[in-house]
Structures are given as C-alpha cells and as structure tokens.
C-alpha cells in the first residue's frame, strides 16, 4: 500500500471514518479514471451526513492525483490484499461505484469507446456471476482474482488508457503534432557498432526505443566506455548542453544498470555521484531517484562497498547517503535474512549517531528504517521522532502513527515499487508521454494567448523535449519535478509530501 494512500485511511480513521481501504482505493481509482469527476458526490460518498474536514479533502484530492500520474506513467497497482477474503472483491465494487457516480458519463464514453466498455464489462464480471455467465465466461471471476490479482491492475491501466487517449483525440490532437517516434529492426542494430549505437542513444532524447537500449546492453563492456565517456563530459551536464546530450546522460545510466561487470559498475557510480551530490543543479535525480537498487542489483559485488562508504560519510549532503542507505538494504535482502538483519543493524547505528547530521538521521529513520520495523529499534525511531519540532513542517518526516502502521504492516522496501526503470523505453509509456507533454504545452500556449487567466508563464512546466513554447521570456530545460524525489523546497521531504500537497 502506497505511504500516501496508507496516510489517508489512517488519517479518515483517526477523525472516525469508517473506511475499508481495497473499496476506497477502487473508488479513488475510479474517480481518477473518469474524465470529469464530481467531486461532491465524492465528499458525500465518503462523509455521509458528516461533512469532510478541508485537510482530508485536500489529501484525497492528492491521492486522485497521485493515482492519475500512476496511471500515466504505467506505475498504477491496485492497492488489495490477494489473500485476504474478498478484498479484491471489494476493490472492483469501490471502482464501480464510481462509474455508478457518473453513470452518463461513462455510457457516453464507453458507447464511444467499444473496446474500454469491453475491458469494463470483463472487470464487471469478476464480481458479477450473472454477468460471467451471460457472456458464458469460464475462467473469469473470484478463482481468476486468487491466482492473478495483477489482472485488475492491468483492467484499470487499459480503461484509463482508453479514456485518456480519447480526450487528446477530442482535442484535436493529430500524429503529426508528436515528435517522431522510431523503430528499428534486430537486424539494423545488429549490423550496427557500438559507436552507431551510442549515436542513436544520444540523438533520440525521450523517445530512446526499447530495443536500442537492450542492444547497447547486449553489447556488454564494450559499450561501457561510450557511456562513461558521455557521463564524464562536463559539456553534457551544463545548462546550455544540447539536449539530446542530456537525454544520453540518463540513457547512459539506465544502460550501465543493465550491463553486469566491474567496468559497468564503476562508470555507473560515477553517475551516481554526479546526479546526487549535487541534485539541485540538474533535474536527472527526478528520473533516477529510487531506482538505484535496480540499477546496481547485478553487479552489487562491486556496488555494495562503495555504496556503503558514501552512506557513512557525514561529509556529505542527506540526499546521496540516504539513496546509498537503500542500495546497501537492497543487496543485504538479496543476499538472506541474516545479512538483512545486519544491515537494519548498521542503519540504527547511523540514526543513532549524535555526531550525524540530525536532518540525515529523519530521513534514514523515516524512509528506511521504517521500512524495516524491528522492535529492538522502536525506542530509537520513538527517540527520533521526539526530536522533530512538530511545529516546523518542514523538517517532519515521519511520526507515532507513521511508526504505528509500519509495525503493523511489516516490511515494505520502498525499492519494491521501482523494480523496473526501464519501463521508461516502453513503446507504451514513451507515446503517453509525448501525448500528456503535447497537451502541457498547448495548455502553456492558451495561457499566454489568453492574459486574463490567472497562471503566469513562470508557473507552467516546460519539457526539454518539446520546444514551442510561445513565451520567450521563460524556458524550462529540463523536466519537471517528480513526486517521490527530494523537495526542492530543501525540506527533507519527499515532494509528494511537502510543496507537492500544498500546490494542490
């Protein structure tokens, strides 16, 4: 269950809500998905006769959000225990009671949208026995939620997708607006050296293909010193650098964590380096961060130390120490439960430390250590937290409750939810990608042209990739701030959990 989902349905039950999270997180899911929700029903849904206090419809309204950029980004999963009885279950009826929310709504688009209406049905029929049988479906319903939960998150993934695609297409978006996206065949890349490759890889920004990024890796250490060099060239890294160079410095990383080996893994510690010593100066740490235990998992042999020392180097800024925490967490739960415990072990150690950084102690605390509840260390975390002004909301990371539900639930990794950063190159996400940007950007154009409304140019993202920006008093270089990264603001806090919230 996502930190921020978890804090909602603490915070509603804490205020006396009755709430069943798998129905809520449906409906949430549900609200997020309908193109143009109503919100009042929503606070009515949820409140009944009790009207809902600001502060939780402003966290609701954040977890819609945070649930639409999922879907978005292909990073959405259906929040339900599997095991538990009838929890997916009660997560469909929590979707459907959405679209029962917005019943016209939703005929009118899925009577537009014959293959989202089909998806729908299917889902509808996992709870609906008379529908299961109508449709004469054998393998469907509750025996196919047992042994493949995952196929509710992937309904839901393909109905927004739908939906979403649709309300480019009303806007009058064409293909010819979207920069080009590229294929090529197994034998073009074959036929191609490593020196070809790195061309495509530096000359393609966001719309690297897939099977480019494989071939660099299938091409081993050969093509590690093209990716170091560029991650080396302090051209590449400046505000003024060309930005398909930019790009590559991502490509580069993302291709090194594929490529096992020595060599790969001390050019990928020198991106490391680069991207988080230093994160306010470049927005790369917004697309790397939390999938560096991914990008070091197959060559940890070589990783793991390093990782270790910058993480106990009080020279250092909170930001690549507590990254360099989760890698070493990350190979230590790989290796077995004993070599776990003992890195939990030299965590508390760390949070422990008077002599560390008081900023670097919440924030280990309260992004990993709490990822590991273990009793032996609840008087510390208990500790850590006292130390906190609750006054400064700045410099809050964690809490009692928050201590609470982590004992409650047990061990939850946050790398868990950033297995896979190459879903980046997936034809999928890069098309989606390009859609929402094109859309942002026209958004942009309608706000200069049309003065009366109340955004100026400065509050409006710019993407590095899509250069029409009408306004030439303002440029954005580099992409937007993600929600998991650290705070620009210099908080501590995730932005999510920080200026994130408040913009909304």
């Not at 992937?154 to 293909?175: G, H, K, R, S, V």
């Not at 979207?178 to 000359?203: C, G």
Request: charged share 30%; net charge negative; with cysteine.
């Amino acid at each position: 269950m996502s930190d921020d989902f978890q804090e909602l349905v603490a915070e509603l039950h804490s205020d006396g809500y009755s709430i069943d999270p798998p129905y809520l997180h449906g409906l949430l899911t549900g609200f997020a998905t309908t193109p143009d929700p109503d919100l009042d029903r929503l606070w009515q849904e949820l409140g009944g006769k009790q009207p809902l206090a600001d502060s939780i419809q402003e966290e609701i309204l954040n977890n819609i959000d945070f649930l639409s950029e999922d879907l978005s980004l292909f990073e959405f999963e259906a929040q339900f225990q599997a095991t538990q009885q009838d929890e997916p279950e009660r997560w469909i009826k929590g979707y459907f009671r959405a679209v029962e929310l917005h019943e016209a709504q939703w005929e009118e688009y899925t009577k537009d949208l014959p293959e989202a209406g089909m998806v729908l049905t299917i889902l509808n029929s996992m709870i609906n026995e008379e529908l299961r049988n109508e449709l004469g479906l054998e393998q469907s319903g509750p025996q196919e939620l047992r042994s493949s939960p995952e196929i509710i998150t992937e309904l839901a993934q393909a109905i927004y997708l739908q939906f979403i695609t649709t309300t480019m297409e009303e806007n009058d978006l064409t293909e010819e607006e979207l920069p080009p996206i590229h294929s090529f065949t197994e034998e073009e890349l074959t036929a191609s050296d490593e020196t070809a490759l790195f061309s495509l890889v530096a000359n393609h920004e966001d719309r690297l293909p897939l099977e480019v990024v494989h071939e660099c890796a299938n091409r081993g250490e050969k093509m590690v010193p093209l990716l170091q060099k560029h991650l080396q060239n302090e051209a590449n890294w400046s505000n003024d650098a060309d930005i398909g160079d930019w790009w590559g410095l991502l490509h580069a990383t993302f291709i090194l964590g594929l490529i096992p080996g020595e060599a790969s893994a001390t050019a990928l510690l020198e991106g490391f380096r680069r991207i988080t010593y230093d994160s306010s100066s470049s927005e790369l740490p917004d697309w790397t961060s939390g999938y560096w235990p991914a990008l070091c998992r197959n060559k940890s042999d070589y990783t793991s130390e390093p990782m270790r020392q910058i993480a106990e180097d009080k020279g250092l800024d909170w930001y690549p120490r507590s990254h360099a925490v989760e890698c070493v967490l990350a190979e230590a739960a790989a290796s077995g439960a004993e070599q776990l415990e003992s890195a939990v072990d030299w965590l508390a150690t760390l949070c422990a430390d008077e002599t560390e950084e008081l900023e670097f102690r919440h924030i280990a605390a309260g992004d990993h250590l709490l990822d590991f509840p273990r009793a032996r260390h609840r008087p510390l975390m208990e500790q850590l937290d006292k130390l906190q002004d609750p006054d400064d909301w700045f410099h809050n990371t964690f809490n009692n409750k928050d201590i609470d539900r982590a004992f409650s639930r047990g061990d939850q990794p946050g790398w868990d939810n950033f297995e896979n950063p190459w879903q980046f190159y997936d034809p999928e996400a890069i098309i989606k990608r390009q859609l929402r940007w094109v859309r942002e950007d026209r958004e942009r154009e309608e706000i200069e042209y049309h003065p009366q409304y109340d955004r100026a140019p400065e509050e409006i993202e710019y993407h590095p990739q899509y250069d029409r920006a009408p306004v030439e008093t303002y440029t954005r270089n580099q992409p937007k701030t993600g929600r998991n990264d650290p705070c620009p603001c210099g908080s501590g806090k995730k932005y999510k959990k920080c200026c994130l919230s408040k913009l909304h």
